[in-house]
């Protein structure tokens, strides 16, 4: 079974728009670690935020935001105030330390935002 | 500044034939280094790590190897390519684990097995 599960393959949004990419995944770990990364069309993987299973602190980082669901095992990466370079493909990522070294990624999710 | 660079850009391949990718890690001493692969519409699943030279671990088991013959080296390869190799494969580092540390990504490549 998946460890990361993002549901939408694709989504689409006009400029200023607000988008919510939702993610769910499986641990039976109490520690974990989150991540929501964003893959540009050159190939490059850019880190945009982390949540910390143990954080109730609800992170953000200037237009990105995320809405984390311990209890239902979510986690939401909200953008604002969308704009043309936000398109490309979103990753969620999990990372348990009982497999130190390796982080699960969901399949991702295409955003293409239009002008 | 460190940098990551891969390569090939792209490959296309006829099953049965070998395969070798390669990523070179500049400006960075010791990185832990990961190999990750991605089908079409499916998730990104990490292949393998490596802490040190010489040492790597098997994540998912693709029929692929993998070695760090360097420090800034890691190279991924098959003697046989399958059609199921086809996909996106990305080559990653990090100063420790990737909880402690961002991974940084390579630009990719992209390969296609007919």
């Known amino acids: 079974a998946e460890k990361v599960i993002q549901v939408w393959s694709t989504a689409s949004r006009q400029e200023g728009e607000e988008l919510t990419l939702d993610c769910s995944y499986e641990t039976s770990q109490v520690l974990y670690h989150l991540f929501w990364y964003k893959h540009l069309l050159s190939g490059e993987m850019v880190f945009l935020i982390r949540?910390?299973?143990?954080?109730?602190a609800k992170e953000r980082s200037g237009r990105y935001s995320v809405v984390f669901q311990k209890s239902l095992k979510s986690i939401s990466l909200i953008i604002s105030a969308l704009q043309p370079d936000d398109s490309g493909k979103y990753f969620c990522?999990?990372?348990?330390?009982?497999?130190?070294?390796?982080?699960?990624f969901g399949s991702g999710t295409k955003l293409t935002v239009e002008p | 500044a460190q940098t990551i660079h891969q390569w090939p850009v792209a490959e296309i391949k006829a099953v049965g034939s070998p395969l070798s990718l390669g990523c070179t890690i500049k400006?960075?001493?010791?990185?832990?280094l990961y190999w990750y692969w991605q089908a079409t519409g499916g998730t990104l699943q990490q292949l393998f790590y490596?802490?040190?030279?010489?040492?790597v671990e098997s994540v998912v088991q693709l029929n692929l190897s993998a070695s760090r013959p360097k420090d800034d080296q890691f190279i991924l390869s098959t003697e046989k390519l399958l059609l199921s190799h086809s996909g996106f494969y990305l080559c990653?580092?990090?100063?420790?684990?990737?909880?402690?540390?961002?991974?940084?990504f390579g630009h990719g490549t992209k390969l296609s097995v007919l």
């Open positions: 490596s802490i040190t030279v010489g040492q």
């Open positions: 990522a999990l990372w348990e330390p009982s497999n130190y070294n390796v982080l699960y």
């Open positions: 990653a580092w990090s100063l420790v684990g990737p909880s402690n540390e961002r991974l940084f």
């Open positions: 400006g960075k001493s010791s990185p832990n």
């Open positions: 949540q910390t299973s143990s954080s109730t």
